[in-house]
């Protein structure tokens, strides 16, 4: 029988092909843009730097660098700047490019001269209060109307998200390796709800709970992506806009990356029209908020607003007290395991029970055991690599045909798990109270729109059953078990 021949080797991966624009922005991550405050002396007067890599030879938006001022300065969109304390407003179109350099921020009707009667900055994200019907201009649109929700997509937000947004990262375009993510990271929780932020949800049942996790708080991102929006808050999605490209979010890097930068910054997103401007502007003020932090550390007063104290005069031991070095640092902005509700709780000891005991032991056991099972086909999940490229190209048929086989392999695993994960059960819990939970999470989510069952039951019913937010995260060894741990 004759052969077909011998193999043909390809030549390595390169850079991906989408460089249109790339001669549009800065090749040199050094490039910055620094923001002053008048009424403090030179060297203590810097609260902002971003970098500036939207011209090649350097530069920012205007309109971006004037509302990130205003977010720090309690929503002022009003404010101009100088390039000398005392000089001539600059006259610049807002989406004109500010060249790099130091610039003093100002806001008319205070004066500069003294720091008490000049305007107040917001130490962090926690004390920023949200400007309800007062977005800055170049932020304000009206979302598209959303088609009504189906039953099964008002139960499970992450099922809701992949119709919408077609299964495609927003930043990308890839389908590949996509997950669910927060704009308003679920860490900050509590500031959603003090700021009455559930008011922008479309599903009227999470308006008084839950509301973070509605669908218009999220969006599809391919995982390193996700990765970088949320534990290095690497870039933000802001307007920016061309003729061309009227009412458009852009990508906008806000640390150096080289290889995010040429393929990313100054990108177009993929449809965000459906999602609240609302929650991206939070988004914006949540990632750029910490950069305050060595104004505060340079122990000399500094004229604060707080939504707890409003307007004063902060000693440099208060303004320690606002920074993030002060308490423990927060995460990705994913949220943490919930605890058993309590209407489940309530009648529990505060203190695990001996069998309590055995249930964590032999959860423990489980992951180990379904960790060992998995290593084999770990390592043969080999991560989708190289350039995204057009639609219908070779390569995107082979990454379609890659991703099946993958999916079928991901279907295997999870039946080694649950297989794993009945014999632990007959182990560790003979009496057979796991199926007393699994009824009760059923009769929870059979019956979770009635007036006595809470989101808190219908998150802990979907924990049980292993219904989980975003797809398992394969690079974490206790997230192959994520949904039932």
Same mark, same amino acid.
């Given at each position: ?9 390809? #030549? ?7 460089? &249109? ?26 609260? @902002? ?6 011209? #090649? ?7 971006? =660098? ?54 107040? @900055? ?25 088609? #009504? ?9 992450? $099922? ?27 860490? *900050?929780?509590?500031?959603?709800? =003090? ?29 390193? &992506? ?12 802001? %307007? ?27 990108? @177009? ?8 401007? /609302? ?21 000399? %007063? ?11 005069? =902060? ?58 099972? =998995? ?6 999940? /080999? %991560? ?59 009769? $929870? ?7 006595? $069952? ?13 219904? *989980?937010?975003?797809? #398992?995260?394969?690079? /974490? ?6 949904? @039932?741990?």
């Amino acid at each position: 029988m004759p052969t077909l021949g011998g193999v043909n080797i390809r #030549p390595q991966q390169r850079l991906p092909e989408h460089n &249109i624009g790339a001669d549009t922005i800065s090749s040199n991550a050094y490039y910055r843009v620094e923001f002053k405050h008048p009424a403090y002396p030179p060297g203590l007067d810097k609260f @902002l730097t971003l970098p500036a890599f939207d011209h #090649p030879n350097g530069g920012l938006h205007y309109n971006t =660098a004037k509302i990130a001022c205003g977010v720090f300065a309690g929503n002022r969109w009003d404010g101009f700047f100088t390039v000398d304390k005392d000089g001539e407003a600059l006259d610049c179109d807002g989406e004109d490019i500010l060249p790099p350099g130091p610039y003093y921020f100002h806001l008319p009707g205070y004066q500069d001269d003294r720091i008490e009667t000049s305007y107040p @900055l917001t130490p962090n994200f926690k004390q920023w209060k949200f400007p309800h019907g007062d977005l800055p201009p170049n932020w304000q649109h009206a979302p598209n109307t959303q088609q #009504p929700l189906s039953q099964e997509m008002r139960s499970n937000a992450s $099922i809701a998200v992949y119709i919408r947004d077609t299964d495609q990262c927003r930043v990308t375009g890839r389908r590949v390796q996509c997950e669910v993510a927060h704009i308003v990271p679920v860490e *900050v929780d509590d500031w959603f709800r =003090a700021n009455a932020m559930s008011q922008y949800v479309i599903n009227p049942l999470r308006q008084s709970q839950a509301g973070i996790s509605d669908i218009n708080n999220m969006m599809l991102l391919r995982r390193d &992506i996700h990765r970088s929006f949320d534990q290095d808050r690497m870039f933000v999605l802001v %307007p920016k806009k061309p003729a061309q490209h009227q009412g458009n979010m852009v990508t906008h890097l806000i640390i150096p990356s080289d290889e995010y930068r040429f393929l990313y910054h100054n990108t @177009l997103t993929y449809s965000l029209d459906s999602i609240p401007r /609302e929650y991206l502007l939070a988004r914006f003020a949540w990632a750029l908020l910490p950069r305050m932090e060595p104004f505060l550390l340079t122990e000399v %007063p500094r004229l604060l607003i707080t939504k707890s104290n409003g307007q004063f005069v =902060a000693s440099p031991k208060d303004c320690i007290d606002f920074t993030v070095s002060r308490g423990k640092r927060s995460g990705t902005g994913s949220p943490s395991k919930r605890q058993r509700s309590n209407t489940r709780a309530k009648d529990q000891d505060e203190q695990l029970s001996p069998g309590e005991e055995d249930d964590q032991a032999g959860e423990q056991c489980f992951k180990r055991a379904t960790s060992m099972l =998995a290593q084999p086909l770990l390592q043969s999940i /080999e %991560p989708a690599s190289g350039p995204p490229c057009s639609n219908g190209s070779p390569t995107e048929v082979n990454n379609h045909a890659a991703l099946d086989e993958t999916m079928a392999e991901q279907e295997h695993f999870f039946k080694l798990t649950e297989r794993a994960l009945e014999v632990e059960r007959q182990r560790s819990d003979p009496s057979g109270s796991w199926a007393e939970d699994r009824d009760w999470a059923m009769y $929870i989510l059979v019956n979770q729109f009635a007036k006595d $069952i809470s989101w808190d039951d219908v998150d802990e019913a979907n924990r049980i059953l292993g219904i *989980v937010e975003k797809r #398992p995260n394969w690079d /974490e060894e206790e997230c192959l078990v994520g949904s @039932l741990s």
